[in-house]
């Protein structure tokens, strides 16, 4: 897993409230069996027609929002099934960083495990970047260390988030490796429970 | 005195393999769950790093999302059957035990757990699916996770966790006669909505509780994830324990009596504190339909469609609007007027047999609205057996249901059991989301009471009402 420390990208807003995960990704896309590749179906049915064809009324279609790496979306983002293949997804297709008011709780733990910093503003800083995102080429920048988000117009914000995630994510650690450090630990308590 | 404790810190506190400042608990899991969706990648990465699985015998698989209901030995997708293979060859080479496609065991994962005797108070139980919630029924702490986390269960038998909050759902009261336990956590989402057990663990207390059989209870938790929870569980009584008496893999005999006693020592303790608390009465719940596209989008059999004008906030005038719109309804509307296609009765919600018998008895003697199609799914194999041994079967068939074969079926649409797109279905499964039973597809989540009255009506009708109507 890549480490995340500082990371400047554009904006794309999706301004929706419950955003779950067969609409991050279908069901009919959980099939595959390798972990690469989902970015091409994230939010397949509201991107795209029956026929296939990328839907012209969809934000994240536009030439403006082509290649952002920052989603900033409605409370309780992520809700629904524990499938991994949201986050993958999500990350697959270029997001690093997400930013809402409320997430999902095993959907938020996916992210960490893939690298993905979901980090949780309040229902105004969200507005506020959502409102600022409409226009063309609009950054953020995000710093994981000093746990602050800002752009170049001096709006800026700080948020919170458990040391654990935060230095999973700094060091873009394995998280078994580190567990199996703990083996001695684990076999006491076997035996403890025999 | 020791301070009173909830069930939750009991098995928690239980579990702790290493706790140290700054970082969540190492939690010890008693019972890993696998199935064929959400394990490729698990083993796969094993497989990358020369890993091994750590207590196969802790580890339970079966396959159930992918399986065809019509013949189940015909999978014509080949990526479904390669994620089937898939399974087999993973649980052979890392030796776990698996209940295939023609195991008398096999069956969707949150039925066979407790059918099997495998789900037991005070257990920690976790799976690659977020309905494991289901098995919190048995006073077990049981959760859905991710994909990295399945590997990093099978590799080290533990998970790092962040101590969750605990909330009382307390329901006062009793459930009036044709209000089912599929209607009261429809009802709780509705009231306090999909993200009032985000962050928390759940355990429902209350007379209305205490009344219900273990498959009513597993109804309940099996939704608590619809309402944000993780987890959400019952503390165990002697109805959880005649459940569990003689099954498989329970302990026998003596030692049975001598779990008993531990298990009744999880129970929740007179005085605990939980962290919140919330409380609905039975008695004012009535038969529910959802009319939108997420499961707190919940409304009485008797009310009529919300309006976006209900509310002053922008955000759900919208959500509100976009829902109506997919689901091809009018604010305002009756839901009794609302006509439906497709009849659905299985999932891990409510596929059980007390489901199926409770949905026989409001068909038996009529006959399905020829304008509906109506299928019937039974959660396992045994279930099956089971409701054909009583005639069940025969019950529906007669009325002009379809009698499948076992498996997670119309409830995601993974397999060939899919709602053609602008269709409607009255659905007993757990989720209405956009295109959760297909492209399109336009669900409503009802108890198999009602999904049976609304398969002969053509209609959502009150089966309060309905049952006590002379078949014509």
Not at chain 1, 89 to 115: E, L, R
Not at chain 2, 295 to 316: F, H, L
Not at chain 2, 328 to 345: C, E, M, R, T, Y
Request: aromatic fraction near 8%; hydrophobic fraction near 35%.
């Amino acid at each position: 897993m890549e480490p995340l420390r500082i990371h400047q990208g554009l904006v794309f807003p999706l301004n929706r409230p419950n955003i779950d995960t067969d609409q991050i990704i279908p069901k009919q896309f959980l099939k595959r069996i390798e972990r690469s590749g989902f970015g091409q179906f994230l939010f397949y049915n509201w991107r795209f027609d029956d026929q296939g064809n990328p839907r012209p009324d969809f934000p994240l279609n536009a030439p403006q929002y082509k290649g952002a790496s920052i989603l900033v979306a409605g409370e309780n983002f992520g809700c629904g099934s524990s499938r991994e293949h949201a986050p993958w997804a999500v990350q697959d297709f270029g997001f690093k960083v997400i930013i809402a008011p409320s997430y999902a709780d095993i959907f938020k733990n996916n992210c960490v495990k893939n690298g993905i910093l979901a980090i949780q503003a309040n229902e105004e800083q969200v507005q506020i970047i959502m409102k600022k995102a409409e226009t063309e080429g609009y950054t953020v920048t995000v710093n994981l260390e000093e746990q602050v988000v800002y752009d170049h117009d001096g709006f800026e914000f700080h948020f919170e988030i458990a040391p654990y995630p935060k230095e999973m994510l700094l060091n873009g650690w394995d998280e078994i490796g580190v567990t199996l450090t703990y083996e001695e630990k684990i076999k006491q308590y076997e035996l403890s429970i025999r | 005195m020791q301070t009173p404790k909830t069930i939750i810190e009991k098995i928690w506190e239980q579990h702790v393999v290493h706790r140290e400042e700054g970082k969540p608990d190492l939690l010890y899991i008693d019972l890993h769950l696998v199935h064929e969706v959400t394990s490729p990648q698990a083993f796969e990465g094993l497989r990358l790093n020369g890993r091994k699985v750590r207590r196969p015998d802790l580890t339970f698989a079966t396959m159930d999302h992918n399986i065809p209901t019509r013949q189940r030995q015909v999978i014509h997708d080949p990526i479904s059957k390669k994620q089937i293979d898939t399974l087999v060859q993973n649980c052979r080479e890392f030796g776990i035990t698996l209940a295939d496609l023609h195991h008398p065991d096999n069956g969707i994962v949150h039925v066979i757990g407790p059918e099997l005797g495998l789900t037991q108070p005070g257990k920690t139980i976790v799976c690659g699916d977020s309905h494991t919630s289901t098995h919190g029924a048995f006073g077990a702490l049981a959760f859905g996770i991710g994909t990295s986390e399945v590997e990093h269960v099978l590799a080290t038998q533990t998970l790092w966790q962040a101590k969750p909050k605990t909330l009382n759902v307390k329901v006062n009261g009793r459930l009036g006669t044709g209000v089912t336990a599929k209607d009261l956590i429809l009802a709780i989402i509705a009231k306090f909505g999909v993200k009032f057990g985000t962050g928390y663990v759940v355990e429902y207390t209350g007379e209305a509780i205490r009344a219900m059989s273990m498959e009513e209870r597993m109804t309940v938790c099996n939704m608590s994830i619809e309402g944000g929870a993780r987890a959400g569980l019952i503390s165990p009584d002697e109805t959880t324990f005649n459940y569990l008496r003689g099954r498989r893999y329970v302990p026998q005999g003596a030692a049975f009596e001598e779990a008993v006693a531990r298990w009744k020592a999880l129970a929740t303790d007179e005085g605990a504190i939980y962290d919140d608390v919330i409380e609905i009465n039975a008695d004012e719940v009535a038969p529910q339909v959802t009319w939108g596209t997420n499961p707190g989008m919940c409304i009485p059999v008797t009310a009529n469609v919300p309006s976006p004008d209900d509310t002053d906030k922008p955000n759900e005038k919208e959500e509100i609007q976009r829902a109506l719109e997919y689901m091809g309804l009018k604010a305002g509307q009756p839901i009794s007027s609302v006509k439906i296609d497709h009849v659905f009765i299985g999932s891990c919600t409510n596929s059980r047999l007390s489901d199926l018998r409770k949905a026989a008895e409001v068909i038996r003697g009529r006959k399905v609205s020829p304008s509906v199609t109506a299928i019937v799914v039974p959660g396992s194999f045994s279930v099956k057996l089971a409701a054909e041994q009583e005639g069940l079967d025969q019950v529906f068939k007669e009325a002009g249901f379809e009698w499948r074969e076992a498996g997670c079926s119309m409830c995601l649409g993974m397999n060939d059991d899919i709602i053609p797109s602008g269709e409607r279905c009255a659905s007993t499964s757990n989720r209405n989301f956009e295109g959760r039973q297909g492209k399109g597809a336009r669900t409503h989540l009802v108890s198999p009471e009602m999904a049976a009255a609304a398969a002969i009506a053509g209609r959502f009708v009150d089966v309060r009402t309905f049952t006590a109507q002379e078949v014509r």
